[in-house]
């Protein structure tokens, strides 16, 4: 069906239903794979099974929302936003993906807005978000939203991890 078609309905869920996330969280977890100049091996290491657990543990200290888009026609998920709050009160953007053929369509925008405005009925102090190393053309999306990089972490490689590119 052509985008230009597409129904799009939105739906918010809690961490009980992460597992929807589950087939497009492998997709974003592959784009990082193959835009990453240095963490190709880290990505291919990390499993939706291990992020599961991590968002699960914050959520049990603070909250988590998981927003997802449908389209109604085909009845598929094509996009999910996953944000929390941590005991600190600091909101966090964890992750957030729209199949390839559904971009450009407003839905990236309608979740962050979704996400945005749940994190404004609480009383978070700020809110942040990390982008993976090579995934830098999404600063501009981000940009108008007002997330701009305040600081860059560099990692060491061990030597028992590739050399990467370097």
């Known amino acids: 069906m052509p985008k230009n078609r ?19 969280w492998q997709k974003l977890n592959q784009h990082h794979r193959a835009v990453s100049k240095y963490y190709k091996d880290s990505r291919t290491a ?3 099974d291990m992020r599961k657990k991590q968002l699960l543990e914050k959520s049990c ?10 389209d109604s ?9 996953v944000t929390s709050i941590n005991p600190e009160k600091q909101g966090e953007i964890e992750s957030l993906f729209i199949e390839k053929d559904y971009r450009g ?6 979740l962050m807005a979704r996400a945005l405005a749940w994190l404004k009925t609480t009383s978070v102090q700020k809110t942040i978000l990390g982008v993976a190393e090579g ?8 940009r108008r939203y007002n997330f701009y990089p305040r600081v860059t972490i560099l990692w060491q490689k061990t030597d028992s991890e590739p050399k990467e590119h370097l």
Do not use: H
Request: aromatic share 14%; proline share 4%; hydrophobic share 35%.
């Open 6 to 24: 597409a129904q799009i309905e939105y739906q918010e869920k809690d961490r009980n239903d992460l597992e929807f996330i589950r087939p497009l």
């Open 46 to 48: 990390t499993t939706f």
């Open 61 to 70: 200290q603070g909250a988590l929302l998981i927003d997802l888009a449908r």
């Open 73 to 81: 026609n085909t009845e598929e998920y094509i996009g999910y936003c």
């Open 105 to 110: 369509m407003g839905i990236g925008d309608n």
């Open 135 to 142: 995934n830098e053309s999404v600063f501009p999306f981000y």
